[in-house]
């Protein structure tokens, strides 16, 4: 069977694989099975960010996304936001372990001068640590809370970011959870946001890996809004080449290019990642820029 | 060949307030405009939606179509804004209910025939109305997500000197370089989650040079919530249009427009 084919419709989203797949923790979920030992990607540089972010604006970027691993391992993570927030939006996605008081001031000094919002997100796998630990580490429920109250100390409203290790009939139960702990800890107005799992990477042996019919066929993409997939609009840069989405970093086929220019190729979709992104649309988005499927007459991809 | 005007008004979300729509057709004829846009999503919120029809036809005015027409004028199962939110899709699928039950087959037909958007020239400038972005009619650009050299390339891409937009809610404008403008109108259909309870419209001038003018539009609002009462629409919606605050469907909100609000 053939794959279906995703053209980069625009290259809205510039993701960094900032920390390559270095982490100070070792989730039991992580679809790329970053950790402390995980080299297989390394830091970018400050000054490779640079070139990125000066050529950004030739493509008409529209935001800017960093990840990893854990972007504040990154010792320069302050700095490279700084910069960002001269283009345009930031979203930073981290475990919210690792903030100090000094680096969160000279990012609220500096979201404050720009033009461009500043996105932290914070991953939490559940609102008790009976819930989060499981997944993400001993401990580790208190440090992110600890992050959480810090941002918000900061002024921050940070983006809560749990991955659904639930039934979705629980949704609303479980939102009401982190609502009411949130609010437990001085974050008077919660944001949260859901992602299902990926079953590859360490994930693939904490739940299950997908199932054979998990694969995307060409008559799934009649009628669907393929730009709102993450290939359709976005490219991620690492320290060895570009990659097509944050999710297909181990996928040796996932790199597209050494070069930003090089990888503007059509993707095909043969991995089974891309059955959970064309169910839910484009999930590394935040809220704001959420237009997953929406043009398309009763084809939504998130609903 | 494009109509040529030197001042419009231009204004978006109507959500169903035909006490606002009413105001600012007064307000827009007092302040000698040549023509009146509105970019759409006529529904939604406010009570009973077919009132709005009768005063844009009245009114003379051009309009086209938003997510919301779209999705009632097509019979779709929802609104298109996208909440994940399961507390904001919830708000959203009353009110889509409501609006979709009480606009008349004629008026849903009538939404049909609206375009997905407007061109004409102000002064010298090519001006092209749309109702998210003019790529697609549900994209937020928010002034805070929303870098400068992005818009450069919409307004290349699609030939236009000013692009204006709604959809947000919130109003906003940035100039570009050479002389280029994309312009935000707001809504006039719930105010700006800024604790007043006004709306806001704009007014768009090109004698010569182009300005943006955002108007404050203050309308009965204690009628039109008494309204939203006896309709018995949420009283959360009922609450914004008494404080000015939003409290739903805030999950789309980017940092910077969430810390302005109360909610």
């Known amino acids: ?303 | 060949m494009l109509e040529r005007f030197e001042r419009v008004a231009v204004f978006g979300g109507v959500y169903s307030n035909h006490l606002a729509l009413a105001a600012l057709l007064e307000d827009a004829r007092r302040r000698s405009v040549d023509a009146i846009f509105c970019l759409g999503d006529l529904g939604a919120f406010g009570p009973n939606p077919d009132k709005v029809f009768p005063l844009l036809r009245a009114g003379g005015v051009s309009a086209m179509a938003g997510n919301y027409d779209q999705s009632i004028a097509s019979d779709l199962g929802d609104c298109q804004c996208g909440y994940t939110d399961p507390r904001d899709n919830h708000y959203a699928h009353l009110s889509y209910r409501y609006t979709y039950g009480r606009t008349s087959s004629e008026n849903r037909a009538w939404m049909r025939t609206l375009p997905a958007e407007i061109r004409f020239m102000l002064g010298r400038y090519r001006v092209l109305c749309c109702h998210g972005s003019p790529r697609r009619t549900n994209e937020f650009l928010w002034e805070s997500t929303t870098p400068t050299h992005f818009i450069d390339k919409l307004a290349v891409a699609h030939d236009a000197d000013v692009i204006a937009g709604t959809h947000t809610g919130i109003k906003w404008h940035r100039r570009l370089a050479s002389d280029r403008h994309f312009v935000n109108v707001g809504v006039v259909g719930r105010p700006e989650n800024d604790g007043r309870t006004n709306v806001w419209y704009s007014i768009l001038d090109a004698r010569p040079d182009f300005t943006v003018t955002f108007v404050p539009l203050d309308y009965d609002h204690e009628s039109l919530a008494r309204e939203m009462e006896i309709e018995e629409l949420p009283r959360e919606f009922v609450e914004t249009i008494r404080t000015g605050w939003w409290s739903t469907c805030l999950e789309v909100l980017p940092a910077k427009e969430r810390k302005k609000g109360r909610f």
Request: aromatic share 8%; glycine share 10%.
């Open chain 1, 1 to 303: 069977m053939k794959a279906p084919l995703v053209k980069l419709e625009a290259l809205d989203h510039l993701w960094f694989q900032v920390t390559g797949t270095l982490c100070n923790l070792t989730c039991h979920h992580c679809f790329i099975s970053c950790g402390p030992t995980n080299h297989a990607f390394e830091q970018m540089t400050l000054e490779s960010i640079r070139d990125a972010l000066e050529a950004s604006r030739r493509h008409g970027v529209k935001e800017y996304f960093f990840t990893g691993g854990e972007p504040f391992l990154h010792r320069q993570m302050v700095e490279i936001l700084e910069e960002t927030l001269e283009y345009g939006p930031a979203t930073v996605l981290t475990n919210g372990t690792l903030f100090d008081e000094a680096g969160l001031a000279r990012l609220a000094r500096a979201e404050g001068r720009s033009l461009y919002s500043l996105e932290l997100r914070i991953s939490i796998d559940g609102f008790t640590p009976e819930q989060n630990d499981p997944i993400r580490g001993k401990g580790t429920f208190q440090r992110a809370m600890r992050g959480v109250r810090q941002a918000v100390e900061h002024g921050f409203l940070p983006l809560i970011t749990v991955m659904r290790s639930w039934g979705e009939d629980e949704d609303h139960a479980v939102f009401e959870g982190f609502v009411d702990t949130l609010r437990s800890i001085g974050y008077a107005r919660p944001r949260i946001k859901l992602l299902p799992p990926l079953r590859i990477g360490r994930e693939e042996k904490r739940s299950r890996g997908y199932g054979n019919d998990e694969v995307v066929t060409e008559e799934m993409m009649v009628g669907y809004d393929a730009g709102a997939l993450i290939c359709g609009h976005s490219r991620v840069l690492t320290d060895r080449g570009v990659w097509v989405c944050p999710i297909l970093i181990d996928a040796p086929d996932g790199k597209l290019g050494d070069t930003l220019e090089e990888s503007f190729d059509a993707f095909a979709l043969r991995h089974r990642a891309c059955h959970t992104c064309w169910l839910n649309g484009s999930i590394c988005s935040n809220p704001s820029s959420n237009a997953a499927g929406l043009d398309v007459a009763g084809k939504r991809a998130s609903s």
